[in-house]
């Protein structure tokens, strides 16, 4: 599992013309689910997440984290971070779990960022065709990879 994690101030999905969803502070989160992601590898990176300090304390350093902000999430199904570029020039989805077994697990990680205690967590259409606005703040943006968390 991929998270491609932002930092932002406001961010917001909208689907078909229509709004589906908006926050405020906190993390735009993209979300790539590939081919041998497990229940297990959700867990710990919403667990990551939710407890990594990459907000300002009183002191102007990055020392607090979504919990301690009160901050909210907005997860956004991106099946093209799983691409692999390493051949020609078209990317390769093949890595990329099939939907209908992506599906659950990104509904599955969207429960454990609640459990791990943040109150406000949005989605997007899975697998729809969105278009996302974001207001990045630092600009704050780190890449995730449950392939690399312990």
């Known amino acids: 599992m991929i998270a491609l994690l932002q930092r932002c101030r406001e961010a917001s999905v909208e689907?078909?013309?229509?709004?589906?969803?908006?926050?405020?502070?906190?993390?735009l989160i993209l979300l790539g689910v590939a081919k041998g992601d497990t229940e297990v590898g959700a867990e710990l990176l919403a667990k990551k997440i939710a407890e990594l300090r990459v907000f300002e304390d009183e002191n102007g350093k990055m020392n607090r984290s979504i919990l301690e902000t009160g901050g909210a999430?907005?997860?956004?199904s991106n099946f093209t971070l799983c691409a692999d570029c390493t051949h020609g020039r078209r990317p390769s989805f093949f890595d990329a779990m099939l939907p209908r077994e992506a599906g659950e697990l990104y509904g599955y990680f969207i429960k454990k960022l609640q459990y791990y205690g943040i109150g406000?967590?949005?989605?997007?259409?899975?697998?729809?065709?969105m278009q996302v606005r974001l207001q990045n703040d630092g600009p704050v943006t780190i890449l995730l990879d449950t392939a690399d968390l312990k």
């Open 73 to 76: 999430a907005l997860v956004v």
């Open 15 to 27: 689907c078909g013309g229509e709004l589906v969803s908006q926050i405020g502070s906190g993390y």
């Open 120 to 129: 406000e967590v949005r989605s997007g259409v899975f697998g729809g065709d």
